[in-house]
């Protein structure tokens, strides 16, 4: 049994020098939580018939045992990880790495006051948009432009403003869910709208959106198919011929892109997405499309198009409750600056920059991280370099698509204790303090080197890595 007289106050506690100091660090009321929590552990685990060594409880111990629970909880939750998955817009990981001078955008203004909503002009109050309007209209052609949350929001409002209590039309082809969470038919339904689908899910014609047009219909809707590809006996309808469908009958024609991107991907050999100016030019009187997928920026949806629509989406109440704060604006300004310079644009957004990265930049990485990776994960694993595809992450297709190398670890014990091993290396590289985030394929824990631009900091942190 526990000799209770051992146990000290939690006054007593407080009171020891080492103690003062952890007071000092993290306030006292803290502190005092945490003594109380930890001597309540103590007297539980003693009921329990559990003993606590008697050193246990002596003050350097004890002084021990609070800092590191104190640490613990002080520590972030949300920390920066490296991405080595291969995917370089990952979702789960923050998608869109932004760039430098989006970041000082958003530092400058957030901890002193500016004009998110004030014309310096008139000294009256303004609209948030004006910020990034001009850059939108500049780079799409559109005649205006809002942002909201991201682009599922976007969604939403556009089919709230433009379809309440109505009918929207969509292909059966492109009723997409992304991610789970987004769905075309739910969003729709929680939007108010009535969906009519149309044609069949691989063959959708002019004639079946022209025959499902009432007085009942509110819009014409095409989502482009982001994350699969309907091949073979298909047929879908051109933009133009929907939008020229849409004018006939005086409805307003909508496109969700998805990513969309603003620059021809194909002058680098990605593959073609498509984008909003195109989508404008075949006569689409909205688009959306996401701030943080192939733009490079950070979460936002964009929507642009027809200057009365965008006056109808910008009064509509929801609109208030999607909108985004100075930290987004600040950084897709900047983001949106740097596609006025295309020559350099490919360099200065992370993005494009990794989606472009050289073959050679990336094995000359690998060559230089294999043998320190080797090193730090000998007895455990046998490391070498594989040839490997990443790919563009957010539903852009195709998959593995980009030629990339890795350092496959594959588990030096074979058959039953494999795949032990293999979580044990991914549990262990998660564990370093910048969590280092790779896959397991083919039997081997995989770094894709696509996306390790600085190898310093990952390098300098293997030796904390704990097999
Ligand atoms: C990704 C995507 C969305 C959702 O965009 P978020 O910015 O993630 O909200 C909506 N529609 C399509 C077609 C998409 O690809």
């Given at each position: 049994?526990?000799?209770?007289?051992?146990?000290?106050?939690?006054?007593?506690?407080?009171?020891?020098?080492?103690?003062?100091?952890?007071?000092?660090?993290?306030?006292?009321?803290?502190?005092?939580?945490?003594?109380?929590?930890?001597?309540?552990?103590?007297?539980?685990?003693?009921?329990?018939?559990?003993?606590?060594?008697?050193?246990?409880?002596?003050?350097?111990?004890?002084?021990?045992?609070?800092?590191?629970?104190?640490?613990?909880?002080?520590?972030?939750?949300?920390?920066?990880?490296?991405?080595?998955?291969?995917?370089?817009?990952?979702?789960?990981?923050?998608?869109?790495?932004?760039?430098?001078?989006?970041?000082?955008?958003?530092?400058?203004?957030?901890?002193?006051?500016?004009?998110?909503?004030?014309d310096l002009d008139s000294g009256e109050r303004g609209e948030r948009d004006q910020l990034v309007e001009g850059l939108l209209v500049e780079l799409t052609g559109a005649e205006a432009a809002t942002v909201v949350n991201n682009n599922a929001a976007a969604v939403f409002l556009a089919l709230n403003t433009l379809g309440l209590r109505k009918e929207v039309i969509v292909s059966r082809g492109e009723l997409v869910e992304i991610g789970g969470a987004f769905r075309v038919p739910d969003i729709m339904a929680r939007a108010g709208c009535?969906?009519?689908?149309?044609?069949?899910?691989?063959?959708?014609?002019?004639?079946?959106?022209?025959?499902?047009?009432?007085?009942?219909?509110?819009?014409?809707?095409?989502?482009?198919?982001?994350?699969?590809?309907?091949?073979?006996?298909?047929?879908?309808?051109?933009?133009?011929?929907?939008?020229?469908?849409?004018?006939?009958?005086?409805?307003?024609?909508?496109?969700?892109?998805?990513?969309?991107?603003?620059?021809?991907?194909?002058?680098?050999?990605?593959?073609?997405?498509?984008?909003p100016q195109e989508a404008l030019a075949h006569g689409a009187?909205?688009?959306?499309?996401?701030?943080?997928?192939?733009?490079?920026?950070?979460?936002?949806?964009?929507?642009?198009?027809?200057?009365?629509?965008?006056?109808?989406?910008?009064?509509?109440?929801?609109?208030?409750?999607?909108?985004?704060?100075?930290?987004?604006?600040a950084a897709l300004e900047a983001v949106l600056n740097l596609y006025r310079d295309k020559e350099r644009l490919a360099r200065r957004l992370p993005t494009l920059r990794l989606l472009t990265r050289p073959l050679?930049?990336?094995?000359?990485?690998?060559?230089?991280?294999?043998?320190?990776?080797g090193q730090a994960v000998a007895g455990t694993a046998a490391a070498s370099l594989r040839p490997s595809r990443s790919q563009i992450g957010s539903g852009s297709l195709p998959v593995d698509l980009l030629p990339s190398v890795c350092i496959a670890m594959t588990p030096l014990k074979k058959g039953k204790g494999e795949g032990t091993t293999l979580k044990r290396l991914e549990q262990a590289f998660r564990n370093l303090p910048t969590p280092v985030i790779g896959r397991v394929a083919d039997g081997a824990f995989c770094l894709d080197l696509r996306c390790l631009e600085d190898e310093q900091p990952f390098l300098d942190q293997l030796g904390a890595l704990k097999l």
């Amino acid at each position: 049994m526990i000799d209770w007289s051992t146990l000290p106050s939690v006054d007593r506690v407080l009171n020891m020098g080492a103690v003062r100091s952890l007071v000092a660090d993290f306030g006292r009321t803290r502190v005092t939580d945490s003594v109380r929590a930890l001597l309540a552990e103590v007297r539980r685990d003693a009921l329990r018939g559990k003993q606590w060594a008697p050193d246990a409880l002596q003050e350097e111990a004890l002084v021990r045992h609070l800092s590191a629970r104190l640490e613990q909880s002080a520590k972030p939750r949300l920390i920066p990880v490296f991405n080595l998955t291969g995917t370089v817009l990952h979702t789960n990981l923050g998608r869109a790495l932004l760039p430098e001078e989006a970041l000082r955008a958003v530092a400058a203004v957030l901890a002193q006051p500016c004009n998110l909503e004030y014309d310096l002009d008139s000294g009256e109050r303004g609209e948030r948009d004006q910020l990034v309007e001009g850059l939108l209209v500049e780079l799409t052609g559109a005649e205006a432009a809002t942002v909201v949350n991201n682009n599922a929001a976007a969604v939403f409002l556009a089919l709230n403003t433009l379809g309440l209590r109505k009918e929207v039309i969509v292909s059966r082809g492109e009723l997409v869910e992304i991610g789970g969470a987004f769905r075309v038919p739910d969003i729709m339904a929680r939007a108010g709208c009535r969906l009519k689908e149309v044609g069949t899910t691989n063959r959708t014609h002019r004639r079946d959106f022209a025959d499902a047009i009432t007085s009942r219909t509110a819009l014409l809707l095409k989502v482009h198919t982001s994350n699969y590809a309907i091949q073979g006996f298909t047929a879908a309808v051109p933009e133009a011929e929907l939008a020229d469908l849409a004018r006939e009958h005086g409805l307003p024609f909508m496109i969700d892109l998805g990513s969309g991107t603003l620059v021809d991907l194909r002058q680098w050999g990605l593959p073609a997405e498509p984008m909003p100016q195109e989508a404008l030019a075949h006569g689409a009187d909205i688009v959306s499309f996401s701030g943080d997928k192939l733009l490079g920026g950070p979460q936002a949806g964009i929507i642009v198009g027809r200057k009365e629509l965008l006056r109808k989406i910008r009064k509509n109440p929801l609109k208030r409750a999607l909108r985004v704060d100075k930290m987004t604006y600040a950084a897709l300004e900047a983001v949106l600056n740097l596609y006025r310079d295309k020559e350099r644009l490919a360099r200065r957004l992370p993005t494009l920059r990794l989606l472009t990265r050289p073959l050679e930049a990336i094995q000359a990485v690998a060559d230089r991280v294999l043998p320190p990776v080797g090193q730090a994960v000998a007895g455990t694993a046998a490391a070498s370099l594989r040839p490997s595809r990443s790919q563009i992450g957010s539903g852009s297709l195709p998959v593995d698509l980009l030629p990339s190398v890795c350092i496959a670890m594959t588990p030096l014990k074979k058959g039953k204790g494999e795949g032990t091993t293999l979580k044990r290396l991914e549990q262990a590289f998660r564990n370093l303090p910048t969590p280092v985030i790779g896959r397991v394929a083919d039997g081997a824990f995989c770094l894709d080197l696509r996306c390790l631009e600085d190898e310093q900091p990952f390098l300098d942190q293997l030796g904390a890595l704990k097999l």
